[in-house]
C-alpha cells in the first residue's frame, strides 16, 4: 500500500470520536431516509443516504454504537462506515447510498448502491462493490397450480427437486458440461441454454439484461476460476441460497399482478435464488489482488484496503467488468438450468408438462453487480457505471431496458424473504430512478452473523418451528438451517415497507 495511502486509512483512527460526536453526522431528512453527512469519514466527496423505518433503524445504530466503544479494532465496520467510505471513492456522483436490509459487507456493505461517472477519466470499478457471488440473484416461476393441489404430494414433490437439483457447497451439476461448453456459457448466457435446449424463448425476455452481458469475455476468466465452475453448472450451492415452494397470499394491484400471470390467492409459484458459485467467487478473488496493486501504482487513495479498485478505462478496470460479466453470464445459465430441472420435477410429480403447468418465467433479477446505464444527475444524462451489491435494479414503467410485458407496470422487483417467511413482488418507481439509480433493496437483510446464529440457535428448533407452519425441507447441511434461520434475519416486511414508503 502507498504512503498517502496508509495516511488516509489512520486518519480516522487518530481522531477517535465519541457516539454522540458520531451521530451528529446523521441526520434524519424523511420519514424513512437519513443522511450521512460530510466529514463522518475523511475525503467523502459526495454524502450518504440510507432508508431505515422505526423498527429496524436500531440495529444499524447499536452497530454504530459497538463500533465505537471497541475503538474501532477488531477490523469490522459497521455499515454506516462503509457507506460513508464508498464516498470517498474517486468519480462518485450523487451519494453513496443503503437500502434498508444494508448491513456490513466486504469493502461495501450488502445493500450498498453508488454509481461512477463513466466520463471522468479518474472514476473507478470495485470488486467490493460487486460482492464475491457475482450476479446472485432471483427468477420468480409461476404455475397454474394451486395450494391444493400440492399439498397431498408437498413430501414427495420435495424431495423430487432436492434429487434433481444438486445444493450445498461443492455440489456437482448434472448438466454435461465441457470446457468448451463453459466458455461459450460464460460468452452466450442464457442464449447458450436457448441452444442448448434447457430454456424456452419466452425465458430469455423476462430476464434482467435479457439473459446475456455482452462485454463479457471468457478468456479475463482465470484458469482456476474455469475450473471451479465447470462442475457447478445446475446447482443451488450453499449459504442463503434456495428453491422454494411458494404461495400466492396476498395481492396489492390486480392489474400489475395479473400482467405477471399471477391471478388469485392460492396460487403456486417458484423463487430460485442462487449465483455464480465458485467460478464468481473465484473471478472476485483474482480481481482484488489485482486492484490491490493497480490502487497503489494509480495514486488512488484508499480509505478502507477492501474498497480496492482500478480506474474504469483503465487495463485492470476493462479485463475485471469482462471477467465479471462472464461470471454474470453464468450465474443465468445456473439460474435456467435450474429452472429447466425444476419443471422437469414438477411434471413428473404431476404427471405433465411445463407448458401445460403453465411454468413460465415472471422476471430473473441480479442483485450483485455493475452496469453501464444512462441516469439523469444534476439536471444532466450521464453514463454511470452502477454498483448494486445486495440491492436490486428496479426501473419504472416505460423505461426501454424492461421487457414489453411490463412496459406499464414497471420492473418487476423480487425480494426473497428467508426460511418460514414471506417473499414480495415489488415494480420500480419514477422516484426510485432518480432518487436512488433505479434501485431498491433485494431480501430481509442478515441481522445475526453466520457465527452468532450457530450459536444461538440449535437446528431441532429452528427445524420444528417450520414444521409448525406446515413447511417441508430439504437441506445439506444442518449448520445452515441455524445461518438461515428467520431469526437471522431482519424482518422482511419491514424492509418492504421502508421501501414503499420511500417511494423506492
Known amino acids: 500500500m502507498s504512503s498517502h495511502v496508509k495516511e488516509n486509512a489512520m486518519a480516522e483512527g487518530m481522531f477517535k470520536k465519541s457516539f454522540e460526536e458520531e451521530s451528529k453526522y446523521i441526520e434524519k431528512v424523511g420519514k424513512v431516509t437519513y443522511k450521512i453527512k460530510q466529514g463522518f469519514v475523511p475525503g467523502m466527496k459526495v454524502p450518504g443516504y440510507f432508508y431505515v423505518n422505526d423498527e429496524i433503524k436500531d440495529l444499524l445504530f447499536q452497530e454504530l454504537n459497538q463500533y465505537v466503544k471497541s475503538g474501532g479494532s477488531g477490523g469490522f465496520l459497521p455499515a ?5 467510505n464508498v464516498a470517498t471513492l474517486p468519480g462518485i456522483v450523487g451519494a453513496s447510498m443503503g437500502m434498508p436490509d444494508l448491513h456490513s459487507g466486504y469493502g461495501f456493505c450488502i445493500g450498498n448502491v453508488a454509481a461512477f461517472d463513466m466520463d471522468d477519466p479518474s472514476a473507478v470499478v470495485s470488486p467490493g462493490g460487486v460482492g464475491f457471488d457475482i450476479n446472485c440473484g432471483v427468477r420468480l416461476l409461476r404455475t397454474n397450480l394451486t395450494e391444493k393441489d400440492v399439498l397431498p404430494i408437498k413430501e414427495e414433490l420435495t424431495q423430487s427437486l432436492f434429487d434433481h437439483i444438486p445444493v450445498g457447497v461443492g455440489s456437482e451439476g448434472v448438466i454435461p458440461t465441457s470446457s468448451k461448453d463453459l466458455d461459450a456459457a460464460l460468452e452466450l448466457g442464457i442464449d447458450w441454454s436457448l441452444r442448448e435446449g434447457y430454456a424456452w424463448a419466452e425465458d430469455k425476455e423476462h430476464c434482467e439484461e435479457y439473459g446475456r452481458m455482452l462485454n463479457a469475455d471468457p478468456t479475463k476468466v482465470s484458469s482456476r476460476a474455469k475450473k471451479r465452475g465447470l462442475p457447478q453448472l445446475g446447482t443451488l450451492g450453499a449459504g442463503n441460497h434456495y428453491l422454494e415452494v411458494q404461495v400466492v397470499d396476498d395481492i396489492y394491484d390486480k392489474w400489475a399482478a395479473s400482467k405477471m400471470g399471477i391471478e388469485k390467492k392460492g396460487q403456486i409459484c417458484v423463487l430460485i435464488h442462487s449465483g455464480s458459485r465458485g467460478l464468481g467467487h473465484q473471478v472476485a478473488t483474482d480481481a482484488l489482488q489485482l486492484m490491490e496493486k493497480a490502487s497503489a501504482s494509480d495514486h488512488i487513495p484508499l480509505i478502507d484496503r477492501q474498497l480496492a479498485c482500478a480506474r474504469i478505462h483503465s487495463q485492470e478496470g476493462q479485463d475485471y467488468l469482462a471477467s465479471m460479466a462472464a461470471a454474470a453470464n453464468y450465474a443465468w445459465v445456473n439460474r435456467q438450468s435450474m429452472t429447466f430441472l425444476t419443471r422437469q420435477a414438477f411434471a413428473k410429480a404431476f404427471n405433465s408438462t411445463p407448458d401445460d403447468l403453465d411454468m413460465h418465467v415472471i422476471y430473473d433479477v441480479s442483485h450483485n453487480i455493475a452496469k453501464v446505464e444512462e441516469h439523469m444527475v ?6 454511470l ?5 445486495g440491492a436490486t435494479r428496479a426501473f419504472p414503467p416505460h423505461h426501454p431496458l424492461i421487457p414489453v410485458d411490463y412496459q406499464f407496470t414497471g420492473q418487476p422487483v423480487l425480494i426473497g424473504g428467508t426460511m418460514g417467511t414471506c417473499s414480495y413482488v415489488l415494480t420500480g418507481t419514477e422516484k426510485g430512478m432518480y432518487e436512488t439509480f433505479g434501485s431498491t433493496c433485494h431480501g430481509a437483510g442478515r441481522a445475526l452473523s453466520r457465527n452468532k446464529s450457530r450459536h444461538n440457535l440449535s437446528y431441532q428448533d429452528v427445524l420444528d418451528n417450520l414444521k409448525s407452519k ?3 425441507i430439504r437441506v445439506a447441511s444442518p449448520k445452515l438451517v441455524m445461518e438461515e434461520a428467520p431469526e437471522s434475519y ?10 414503499h414508503t420511500a417511494g423506492i
Open 470 to 472: 406446515g413447511i417441508s
Open 385 to 389: 457505471l452502477v454498483h448494486r451489491k
Open 80 to 84: 454506516m462506515k462503509q457507506i460513508a
Open 490 to 499: 431482519k424482518d422482511v416486511t419491514q424492509v418492504v415497507d421502508t421501501c
Open 378 to 383: 444534476d439536471g444532466k444524462m450521464k453514463n
